[in-house]
Nanobody
């Protein structure tokens, strides 16, 4: 099983980045996919989540209207489009997959990609 993030980097405030996560080794379309982030000295927090079919999305309040999560079940990828970036968006961003069937939970994490918003 692998979740491999890409697309992080250094961007100026107000700029944009698009993160991608490529999955392999599990039945991608049956998993809810999320992006989490962890800033230095802070707890990891959920940023955005998308249902297995892609029809339902949820966002952390501070990113609503700026970030958009999407998925391509044919390509086994999930993306996070981040616009109007702020310094407080600086963090390591993680891709997360979770499925609960019959009371049994299975989940996977990616290794993370650094996003730095700074002038």
């Amino acid at each position: 099983v692998q979740l491999v993030e890409s697309g992080g980097g250094l961007v100026q405030p107000g700029g944009s980045l698009r993160l991608s996560c490529a999955a392999s080794g599990f039945t991608f379309s049956t998993y809810v996919l999320s992006w989490y982030r962890q800033a230095p000295g802070k707890e990891r927090e959920m940023v955005a989540r998308i249902s297995n079919g892609g029809g339902v999305t949820n966002y952390e309040d501070s990113v609503k209207g700026r970030f958009t999560i999407s998925r391509d079940n044919a390509a086994n990828t999930v993306s996070l489009q981040m616009n109007s970036l702020k310094p407080e968006d600086t963090a390591v961003y993680y891709c997360y997959a979770k499925r609960v069937i019959g009371g049994t939970s299975r989940d996977y994490w990616g290794q993370g990609t650094q996003v730095t918003v700074s002038s």
